[in-house]
């Protein structure tokens, strides 16, 4: 396999490892960032330039979409620079080429080769045909998203997930998905975030409400998987609390929360189990939560036992139901974006689900939307109100209802568990850490679906 194949030249899962092995020898994010835009200012032999032409040339070359801020606190660690007022920066001259920067990103770049030539091996003998160039590279681009923690359902996500369980025991292959990771880990920190080296306590309040299926996470309704998921975020902001309340005082910085509409739904659930034991409808198999709901339930009593017993549970860990008047507030409906026109706009745009589904996502998003008001945040620690969930829909809609640069309305309990990680510096020492973050794990997630 060529690594200058035009196939691989929107492949950055090279750049993403060699973040990783910079950042285990430099310690310093701004340190990381400047070797990478050293490399392109002698690629490119630039010798005039401004921080948004350096923005662009990271996106191209290794995939980093990065805040402007951080990019001129990582230039000033380039001592051949010299900043002119008009002219933007300048280089003295060209520095010398960075011979083991080079070798290392040749070497992972064979490391990719390795992984993309296995992956199309395996799916070519389970699909039993020679896979296309325009296949290979949705391949690649499902690969990079996944390991992103983007979409889940997007093509290829199922094949890619077992290939990564079949090779679990294969030491080259984790080894690269691994670095690989990890690496990403870093990467998603730095987005939305406008000071990379400030760690620890927060300065804004956030508050994160959860969706029905992370409610369910961490009352274990999901399966043990989900529930350790769920409680690795949570130990994170509890982490941030405490850290916070030492710093500044102030208690709860990060509060966790559900909307009255989950509430309903959460009531409802229960409902249905207590009609699946009286025999009144069946039990809908594919749930997961509701075998373990009604599961020694003998009478009706039995499940509304167990519905205070979870509530209680979620007040023992703070999480507790929002107060809806906010959003029903006639001064706050200059700030909706519900509306018949984005209810028949994102039908469109997602022809494959109901009516009902769509519009209910639409109501959670705006309630984050109207929470905002007219504040469109660029960085994560300032965002105020942030929606957790790992529906796919409601992570997609709430993509597109936000502004290019604005943190998203919506996150995935695996992206936001990234984000507190990186805000805490716990790096990779650590002999353990969040299980979201293996790669077998989300494979084994989307397996199970």
């Given at each position: 396999?060529?690594?200058?194949?035009?196939?691989?030249?929107?492949?950055?899962?090279?750049?993403?490892?060699?973040?990783?092995?910079?950042?285990?020898?430099?310690?310093?994010?701004?340190?990381?960032?400047?070797?990478?835009?050293?490399?392109?200012?002698?690629?490119?032999?630039?010798?005039?330039?401004?921080?948004?032409?350096?923005?662009?040339?990271?996106?191209?070359?290794?995939?980093?979409?990065?805040?402007?801020?951080?990019?001129?606190?990582?230039?000033?660690?380039?001592?051949?620079?010299?900043?002119?007022?008009?002219?933007?920066?300048q280089m003295t001259i060209l520095p010398n080429s960075d011979k083991l920067f080079s070798e290392q990103l040749s070497q992972l770049e064979t490391d990719r080769a390795f992984l993309l030539e296995r992956l199309f091996e395996y799916i070519e003998r389970e699909k039993t045909n020679i896979l296309t160039t325009h296949e290979k590279d949705s391949i690649i681009s499902s690969l990079q998203k996944?390991?992103?923690?983007?979409?889940?359902?997007?093509?290829?996500?199922?094949?890619?997930?077992?290939?990564?369980?079949?090779?679990?025991?294969?030491?080259?292959?984790?080894?690269?998905?691994?670095?690989?990771?990890?690496?990403?880990?870093?990467?998603?920190?730095?987005?939305?975030?406008?000071?990379?080296?400030?760690?620890?306590?927060?300065?804004?309040?956030?508050?994160?409400?959860?969706?029905?299926?992370?409610?369910?996470?961490?009352?274990?309704?999901?399966?043990?998987?989900?529930?350790?998921?769920?409680?690795?975020?949570?130990?994170?902001?509890?982490?941030?609390?405490?850290?916070?309340?030492?710093?500044?005082?102030?208690?709860?910085?990060?509060?966790?929360?559900?909307?009255?509409?989950?509430?309903?739904?959460?009531?409802?659930?229960?409902?249905?189990?207590?009609?699946?034991?009286?025999?009144?409808?069946?039990?809908?198999?594919?749930?997961?939560?509701?075998?373990?709901?009604?599961?020694?339930?003998?009478?009706?009593?039995?499940?509304?036992?167990?519905?205070?017993?979870?509530?209680?549970?979620?007040?023992?860990?703070?999480?507790?139901?929002?107060?809806?008047?906010?959003?029903?507030?006639?001064?706050?409906?200059?700030?909706?974006?519900?509306?018949?026109?984005?209810?028949?706009?994102?039908?469109?745009?997602?022809?494959?689900?109901?009516?009902?589904?769509?519009?209910?996502?639409?109501?959670?998003?705006n309630y984050i939307a109207i929470s905002r008001q007219n504040r469109r945040p660029i960085d994560f620690e300032h965002a105020k109100f942030i929606l957790l969930t790992d529906k796919q829909l409601t992570l997609s809609i709430g993509n597109e209802m936000k502004e290019t640069k604005e943190v998203p309305l919506s996150m995935s309990l695996a992206y936001l568990t990234n984000k507190l990680w990186?805000?805490?510096?716990?790096?990779?020492?650590?002999?353990?850490?969040?299980?979201?973050?293996?790669?077998?794990?989300?494979?084994?997630?989307?397996?199970?679906?």
């Amino acid at each position: 396999m060529n690594n200058n194949d035009p196939l691989y030249q929107n492949c950055f899962l090279a750049s993403y490892a060699l973040f990783k092995v910079m950042y285990d020898k430099e310690q310093n994010i701004p340190s990381v960032i400047s070797k990478f835009i050293k490399n392109i200012i002698i690629s490119k032999r630039l010798r005039n330039f401004s921080e948004f032409d350096i923005k662009m040339h990271l996106k191209s070359e290794y995939g980093f979409e990065l805040p402007i801020a951080i990019i001129k606190t990582s230039l000033k660690k380039i001592p051949e620079i010299s900043r002119s007022v008009d002219a933007g920066y300048q280089m003295t001259i060209l520095p010398n080429s960075d011979k083991l920067f080079s070798e290392q990103l040749s070497q992972l770049e064979t490391d990719r080769a390795f992984l993309l030539e296995r992956l199309f091996e395996y799916i070519e003998r389970e699909k039993t045909n020679i896979l296309t160039t325009h296949e290979k590279d949705s391949i690649i681009s499902s690969l990079q998203k996944f390991l992103l923690s983007e979409s889940s359902n997007s093509s290829f996500h199922k094949e890619i997930s077992s290939f990564i369980i079949k090779n679990q025991k294969n030491e080259k292959i984790n080894h690269i998905l691994e670095e690989i990771k990890k690496g990403i880990i870093l990467y998603t920190g730095l987005t939305y975030n406008e000071n990379p080296n400030d760690f620890g306590a927060f300065s804004d309040e956030l508050t994160i409400f959860l969706d029905l299926e992370i409610l369910f996470h961490g009352l274990g309704y999901n399966g043990e998987l989900c529930k350790h998921l769920f409680f690795d975020f949570y130990e994170l902001v509890k982490e941030i609390n405490e850290k916070t309340l030492k710093k500044t005082g102030k208690k709860d910085i990060i509060k966790l929360k559900y909307f009255c509409d989950v509430e309903k739904n959460f009531i409802n659930f229960f409902k249905t189990a207590e009609s699946i034991i009286r025999e009144e409808i069946q039990m809908d198999p594919s749930t997961s939560a509701m075998p373990l709901i009604i599961n020694g339930c003998k009478e009706p009593s039995d499940v509304i036992k167990k519905r205070t017993d979870a509530k209680l549970q979620l007040e023992k860990l703070h999480i507790y139901t929002a107060n809806d008047e906010y959003y029903n507030d006639s001064n706050n409906y200059k700030y909706n974006q519900e509306s018949k026109e984005a209810l028949e706009l994102y039908k469109n745009k997602f022809p494959g689900e109901k009516e009902s589904s769509v519009a209910e996502k639409i109501k959670f998003i705006n309630y984050i939307a109207i929470s905002r008001q007219n504040r469109r945040p660029i960085d994560f620690e300032h965002a105020k109100f942030i929606l957790l969930t790992d529906k796919q829909l409601t992570l997609s809609i709430g993509n597109e209802m936000k502004e290019t640069k604005e943190v998203p309305l919506s996150m995935s309990l695996a992206y936001l568990t990234n984000k507190l990680w990186f805000k805490l510096n716990k790096g990779f020492s650590l002999t353990s850490f969040p299980t979201s973050f293996k790669v077998i794990t989300k494979a084994q997630l989307i397996m199970s679906n």
